[in-house]
């Protein structure tokens, strides 16, 4: 597969696992309109791309990501924040979101603000014991948008998100941890290499069913139960006529671990 050179990311493509570090060290990975367009891009190379069965997420240097960059919104008057969110952060949520493919947050340093809930937006977060998550926006007098109002209450509950908001209070790793903001704390070192043979392992998957899976938690999170009975019939039709299904049943037949193909 061939892979774009970005601006803003830097992309390696190893074992079925795409990974997109996003690469502003100086800002800790502060989201300019370069690095959102440069990100958009390659999330949509993710999606597309039947090579990529397993998407990680990271930052360079001491930070994940700190959210917007400031630098582009202090002294410019009034700000067209609904412009910038429709146009920019939220097709990246969407994305994030919907791609029928796992996607994990290595999350090495300071998320804050959109940093924050970009990471909250993939599907399973590997922290750094160095890691900090901070919903910051009130402390410039803003909601926690990209997500936020969505993801936090769901992860840790209403009161913890409330908590998180209005005190804009850093939450360390073993603290994400305990309240479910996070699936594994691991120590600083480790982080890559643990994501990566977590990532591997879900890039050898039944990348279909697990799309489907995803489909299936998104459709529910806003069901009823009679909808989401209904809908998880019409999902098992399809992850049913998957080859990997086909290799699954085959393998445990046959005393084996199963190939799956990712169709
Ligand atoms: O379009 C839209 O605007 C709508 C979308 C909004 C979404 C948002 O994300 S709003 C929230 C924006 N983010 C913030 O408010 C966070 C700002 N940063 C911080 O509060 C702190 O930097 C951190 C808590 C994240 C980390 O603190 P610390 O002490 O570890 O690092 P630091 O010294 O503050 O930052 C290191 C450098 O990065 C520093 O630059 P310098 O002094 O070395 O030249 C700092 O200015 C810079 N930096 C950090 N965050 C940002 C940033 N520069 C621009 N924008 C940033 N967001």
Do not use: D, R
């Given at each position: 597969m061939e892979l774009p050179r970005y601006e803003t990311l830097l992309v390696d493509a190893d074992a079925g696992v795409l990974t997109v570090t996003l690469n502003r060290p100086d800002v800790l990975n502060a989201v300019n309109e370069q690095l959102s367009a440069d990100l958009l891009d390659a999330l949509r190379l993710a999606e597309r791309?039947?090579?990529?069965r397993c998407l990680v997420l990271t930052g360079a240097g001491r930070g994940f990501c700190s959210g917007q960059d400031l630098r582009d919104r202090a002294g410019v008057g009034e700000v067209a924040y609904g412009e910038s969110l429709r146009r920019r952060y939220n097709p990246i949520v969407l994305r994030l979101r919907t791609m029928e493919k796992p996607v994990i947050a290595a999350v090495n340093g300071v998320a804050a603000g959109a940093g924050c809930n970009l990471a909250l937006a993939a599907d399973l977060r590997v922290a750094s014991d160095r890691a900090t998550f901070i919903e910051v926006f009130a402390r410039i007098g803003l909601i926690p948008d990209s997500g936020g109002t969505y993801h936090l209450p769901r992860l840790v509950g209403l009161a913890k998100a409330f908590e998180l908001a209005y005190t804009a209070e850093p939450v360390d790793a073993a603290e994400a941890l305990r309240i479910g903001l996070v699936n594994r704390v691991v120590p600083h070192d480790d982080l890559m290499p643990a994501t990566l043979a977590l990532a591997r392992r879900l890039a050898e998957g039944p990348t279909r069913g697990y799309g489907l899976t995803k489909r299936g938690f998104n459709f529910a999170l806003g069901a009823t139960l009679e909808a989401t009975l209904a809908y998880e019939a019409d999902l098992q039709t399809i992850a049913g006529r998957t080859a990997d299904h086909r290799e699954g049943v085959t393998a445990f037949f046959e005393k084996r671990p199963p190939r799956f193909e990712g169709r």
């Open positions: 791309e039947p090579a990529v």
